[in-house]
């Protein structure tokens, strides 16, 4: 039976919906605080050190078309070594996935549900992700591509209305002054980008594995050119100063934005509801490919019964943070950290890869 069934086109949009999420809102706060008027510059450069992991990754995929990282690091590094790797690479994501979780409750008990307690919200979207997981892969590229639209639209419609607000001074000058801070703020938000790993998912389900050079650079330059237009309205809307102020700088924006003849005088609520949609699509993903790789690092014949297994896990390890500040602090550590794991790992593989298929063909043209 074929299950190749994913297109070019599902797989974009898959990278885009997994890639826009929760770090939309905070993603100028970082920018800033790294590179002051420099942050288009850094978010830039960001998407550049996510753009190689992800390429990495896309190479690494079409050399084994039918595997994922998680089973073909066992050709290239051996078996055991192989799968203790796989284990730092499925904590990574799950500890991904449980800050999420945490960070989408944080906003809408701030924002909107100020009553609600924190561990409902957190417990709500968690459960909603666990439910979605319990479909095949081809209902998770169909739950993506139909998303989308509903995620890109409205954002971009909000960017664009704000730059009437625009000032261009604040933009300059376009190179920030403090190189070390840049240099971590790049990190930072290539950290927003971890979530293309998804695409060693992928290509074995897609029709032709091939093309994923092809939807790896639309994800990647869709989801990065969205990020950086926001960067670049928050800031000459704002300016720096005042950014560093606001908590989340794009809900702000979305606040201070209004549609020509008052139709609709604030944007917030629907840019929140955008982005509950965004954070769903981030998380399901996540949540997806961490149940997909213990399934296949443990050789089961299905991932349905470890979605509900390892929820109370992910919301135990959700609720860990004690507050609001400490929950970026570890989210800026473990991205950081974690860069290892989605770009220098997948970089070493390929090196290995590369270097011990050029051996066996080099010691068979000699025995032939």
Known sequence: MDTRHITTTQ?????????????????????????????????????????????????????HPQKTIITYSEDIIGKWFGRFCSLFVILFFFILTGLAAREFGEVVVAGVLQETPLEVTV????????????NNINVFSYIHSFYLPMILAPVLIVVALSLKNANLLYLRPIIGTNLPHMFLGTLTISALFQGSFIVTMIIPSMKNPKKAIKASLWGISISGGLYLLLVIATVSVFGTEEMKQIFWPTLELARTTAVPGNVLQRLDVIFLAVWVTAVFTTLFSS????????????????????????????FISAMLPQNLLQMYEFIKFVGRVGLLITIVYPGLLLTIDFFKNRGLKGSASQQT
Do not use: E, W
């Open 123 to 134: 417990i709500v979207m968690l459960l909603l992700a666990c439910i979605s997981c319990r």
């Open 11 to 63: 797989a974009a949009a898959i990278l885009i919906s997994t890639i826009i999420g929760v770090g939309v809102l905070p993603l100028p706060l970082f920018a800033v605080q790294a590179g002051g008027t420099g942050a288009p510059l850094v978010t830039f450069l960001g998407m550049v050190l996510g753009a190689i992991g992800l390429f990495i990754l896309t190479f690494l995929g079409i050399r």
């Open 287 to 314: 949540y997806y490919f961490t149940i997909h790789s213990i399934k296949q690092l443990l050789n089961l014949p299905d991932q349905r019964m470890l979605s509900c297994f390892i929820f109370p896990f992910i």
